[in-house]
Nanobody
Framework: QPQLVESGGGLVQPGGSLRLSCAAS????????IGWFRQAPGKEREGVSC????????NYSDSVKGRFTISRDNAENTVYLQMNSLKPEDTAVYYC???????????????WGKGTLVTVSS
């Protein structure tokens, strides 16, 4: 059964860093575009970053551009999100999702993880 499991969330001070991992099982990760999404308390879920099947193409939301880096290790069936210079407004539950079509849109993702909480606070 296809499954995505996020890890690496936690409490970090403003300006700190975290690296999130998204481990896939039950399907071949390299065949899917992978996206990271987040949902802050009281807000709608939003896209953060996407990475193509090969890893050769990435994109980021304006709010995280220059601070977050998405990468993937297809041999390890894992995708990462390196988050630097974290701000309180980055506080959210972070989800990874897999997309067969490559569009990386929230409504079109095929598989979702259950999320990992990131809290940025002093």
């Amino acid at each position: 059964q296809p499954q995505l499991v996020e890890s690496g969330g936690g409490l970090v001070q403003p300006g700190g860093s975290l690296r999130l991992s998204c481990a896939a099982s039950g399907f071949t990760l390299k065949r899917y575009t992978i996206g990271w999404f987040r949902q802050a308390p009281g807000k709608e879920r939003e896209g953060v970053s996407c990475i193509s099947r090969s890893g050769g193409s990435t994109n980021y939301s304006d709010s995280v551009k220059g601070r977050f880096t998405i990468s993937r290790d297809n041999a390890e069936n894992t995708v990462y999100l390196q988050m630097n210079s974290l701000k309180p407004e980055d506080t959210a539950v972070y989800y990874c999702a897999a997309d067969w079509d490559g569009t990386c849109q929230d409504s079109g993702m095929d598989y979702w993880g259950k999320g990992t909480l990131v809290t940025v606070s002093s």
